[in-house]
């Protein structure tokens, strides 16, 4: 018997299967495609899902459930999606549409929530009671995870980290107000301020170069390359982004006095060795007194199979069947 862990991101959809011991056993990546059209983007998880069992060689009945991050804050018993900016979907219910498609047992959660239940599951982040991920990628996610359980708070919104405000008037998000965290220092920020600083400040970039299409999306991997090649535009964004993280870790240090951080996405995963040193100097200059003293700054073991694994292996667990929709 399997399990299936779906990742839906701004850019790209990612499944992993899993089997009764929470071995990977595939994964399969398709990109998102679309935004607004819900339609459009749930027959991307189907395409997804079917060419990885198909990929696998296995049948749908050895399915035994499908679980699914979404970048969202998530009504669990009910599998409604409150509102993913950066996929301009708000209020939709995936999980009736999930087991309409598939006639199986489904479970829906924010991306935050199940990418750090399967760090904690897997990894270092298991050693700790109170521990508190950042998930940085298109957007950002965030979730805290306390005495082995996921805190989701009254309306299902806590741990909604990339929306908390950094700057009063700042940069505009997709969920529509100004200065999120994730308008900042997540890819779409990292990409906004880059072409106003090439605009207004006429820094030279070999951006062009390397990604033509740079101005709507561009790789982790490859600001990565251009980082380490000194490239004014990057270094800029990538070190404004890294101080950003860095002052929102010791919001949360202050906030809830948590014992480690854990950071993960793509552009961490591709990134954090550059960044790291510049998120821990600003996340220790603003604790308050020693609160950073002792706090453990963690970098995702499970990478790009974090959200997918989370997803799968909450599912696989039997004292979470009671949150599985039917």
């Known amino acids: 018997m399997y399990y299936c862990g779906i990742d839906l991101g701004g850019t790209k959809v990612y499944s992993i299967i899993i089997d009764h011991y929470g071995n990977i056993i595939g994964s399969h990546k398709v990109k998102t495609k679309y ?136 940069p505009k998000c997709g969920c529509g107000r100004k200065g999120c965290f994730e308008a900042i220092a997540g890819k779409v920020g990292i990409i906004n301020y880059m072409k106003k600083l090439i605009k207004k400040n006429k820094i030279n970039t070999s951006l062009d170069k390397y990604e033509p299409d740079w101005k709507n999306n561009i790789g982790s991997s490859i600001l990565s390359e251009l980082y380490h090649k000194n490239d004014e535009a990057v270094v800029k964004a990538l070190n404004r982004s890294g101080k950003v993280i860095g002052i929102v870790c010791a919001n949360i240090i202050n906030l809830i006095g948590v014992d480690a951080i854990l950071l993960g996405g793509g552009l961490m995963n591709d990134m954090a060795k550059d960044l790291l040193p510049v998120i821990k100097k600003f996340m220790i200059k603003y604790s308050i007194g020693d609160g950073a003293k002792n706090v453990k700054l963690l970098l995702s073991e499970l990478k790009d199979n974090a959200v997918a694994y989370g997803a799968a292996k909450f599912i696989s667990v039997n004292e979470n069947n009671k949150y599985l929709i039917y």
């Open 35 to 170: 935004k607004s059209d819900f339609n459009k983007i749930f027959k991307r998880i189907i395409l997804c899902y079917n060419e990885l069992i198909e990929k696998l060689n296995i049948t749908e009945k050895e399915i035994k459930a499908i679980g699914l991050g979404v970048p969202s804050s998530v009504k669990i018993k009910t599998g409604v999606l409150i509102h993913a900016p950066n996929l301009d979907i708000k209020n939709i219910n995936i999980a009736e549409k999930l087991i309409k498609q598939f006639n199986k047992p489904v479970y829906v959660d924010n991306d935050g929530n199940l990418g750090l239940y399967g760090e904690h599951y897997y990894g270092k982040a298991k050693s700790y009671k109170s521990i508190y991920g950042i998930f940085v990628g298109t957007g950002i996610g965030g979730a805290y995870l306390y005495n082995n359980e996921i805190i989701r708070g009254k309306n299902y919104t806590a741990g909604e980290i990339g929306h908390v405000i950094v700057e009063i008037n700042g």
